[in-house]
């Protein structure tokens, strides 16, 4: 199954970068506490306050334009792609999974649009 969703934040490239990447960022809108190393090779690790975690592998990652996660509990990615528009930046999300999931990110980035 794939979800696909696109939103434009009034930001920067940069910010909208720095939002999906730096782990205190993420902490502020997606999960209470983040690990991510956001480089190809590098792994991240996404804990919420229910206990629940996500584990994942940075598959592609080119600064403020695509970062591609692929996630280890159930083979599934999630492709983040920005692109400068007026008045802001696009953010393309895409999530494919074997099954149908709980889309966090989705959740996570309605929760970022909102704040």
Same mark, same amino acid.
């Given at each position: 199954m794939q979800i696909e969703r696109e939103i434009v934040f009034p930001e920067s490239p940069?910010? @909208?970068w720095e939002a999906l990447t730096?782990?205190?960022r993420l902490e502020e809108w997606f999960a209470t506490e983040v690990e991510l190393d956001p480089r190809p090779g590098g792994t991240g690790v996404f804990r919420w +306050?229910? +206990?629940e975690e996500r584990r994942a592998t940075v598959r592609e990652a080119s600064e403020e334009e695509r970062l591609v996660l692929d996630w280890e509990d159930d083979g599934g990615? &999630? @492709?983040l792609e920005?692109?400068?528009v007026d008045? +802001?930046?696009r953010l393309?999300? &895409?999530e494919s999974t074997p099954e149908f999931g709980t889309a966090l990110e989705l959740r996570a980035l309605a929760c970022l649009q909102a704040a």
């Open positions: 940069e910010e @909208v730096e782990p205190e +306050g229910d +206990g990615e &999630v @492709v920005l692109e400068e008045g +802001g930046t393309r999300i &895409v």
